[in-house]
């Protein structure tokens, strides 16, 4: 299971798609829109995507994934569009016969995925918005 979707994130879905017999283990992260970033209070995001660019490397990123010891199955979702405070905006999950290799798998699959596919994230604050592109971000204020 890969997907952009602008539907919410069901996890369920995850642990289901991953999930397999032989396996005693399946590491899920979820990582949900949160109400406060760097002293601002956030308002909500807006996820843009470069969709055949993104799913693409998403496929390949889950190939990387199951190409590594231990590790039976992964599935990944990421949403796009506005999300509120508390939605899930990204999940993955990693099944695998034993917890470390699901736990080490699960990481680095988000940490990769944040890193290389073309999946954007705008933040509205109180007060302005800013694309949120790493540590060079530049706030844009409103002007009211």
Known sequence: MIRLQ???IVAAELLSA??????????????????????????????????????SEMERLAEVARGREGVSNVAIVHRTG????????????????????????????????????????????RGGEVWIEGAGETPRRDQS
Not at 21 to 28: M, R
Request: hydrophobic letters at 45%; proline letters at 4%.
């Open 6 to 8: 602008s539907a919410p």
């Open 18 to 55: 991953v999930a397999a017999g032989g396996d005693g283990a399946v590491a899920l992260f979820l990582g949900t829109v949160r109400d406060e970033n760097r002293g601002r209070e956030v308002l909500y995001l807006e996820y843009q995507a470069y969709e055949e660019m993104a799913r």
């Open 82 to 125: 506005r999300l509120e405070i508390g939605e899930v905006s990204v999940a993955v999950a990693v099944a695998a016969p034993h917890r470390a290799e699901a736990f080490e798998t699960c990481r680095f699959v988000i940490d990769t995925l944040k890193r290389t596919v073309p999946i954007w994230k705008k933040e509205v604050f």
